[in-house]
C-alpha cells in the first residue's frame, strides 16, 4: 500500500496520496486549493532496522570512552555473551538490560 506525493502546479503545494493498491489508480487533488493539475514527485522512503543491523552500524569501539554513553551499547557484551554459549537470557537480566536502556539506572546502582 504506496503513499505517492504530488506537488500542485498551480499553488506548488506537496500532499501525500494513499493508495490502497498499486493497480488502483487514485486520481490525485490538491488539497490547499482544489486543483487537479498535480504532479508526481519522487518521494522519501524509510526502511526499518533490527536491532543487530543497529548495532553493527554502531561505529564505536567498546575501548571507547564514548562507547557505552550510546545506549544501544548497555548490556551488548551480555547478550553476545548469552548467544555465543547457546544459554537462554533470564528474563530478568533481559529486563535490566532494558530498564538501562531506556534510562532507567540499574537498582542498587546510583548515579
Do not use: W
Not at 488539497?31 to 554502531?58: I, N, P, Q, W, Y
Request: charged share 25%; aromatic share 6%.
Amino acid at each position: 500500500m504506496p503513499i505517492y506525493e504530488y506537488r500542485c502546479q498551480q499553488c506548488r503545494a506537496v500532499a501525500s496520496v494513499f493508495v490502497r493498491s498499486v493497480s488502483n489508480h487514485v486520481p490525485p487533488a490538491c488539497s490547499l486549493c482544489g486543483s487537479d493539475a498535480m504532479e508526481r514527485r519522487m518521494s522519501t522512503f524509510a526502511m526499518g532496522k533490527t536491532t543487530a543491523g543497529v548495532h553493527e552500524a554502531s561505529p564505536m569501539d567498546s575501548r571507547s570512552q564514548d562507547y557505552y554513553s550510546d545506549p544501544r551499547n548497555i548490556g551488548r557484551h551480555v547478550e553476545e555473551s548469552f548467544t555465543k554459549h547457546g544459554v537462554d537470557m533470564p528474563d530478568s537480566v533481559r529486563q535490566s538490560i532494558d530498564a538501562a536502556r531506556s534510562g532507567e539506572a540499574p537498582k542498587g546502582l546510583d548515579l
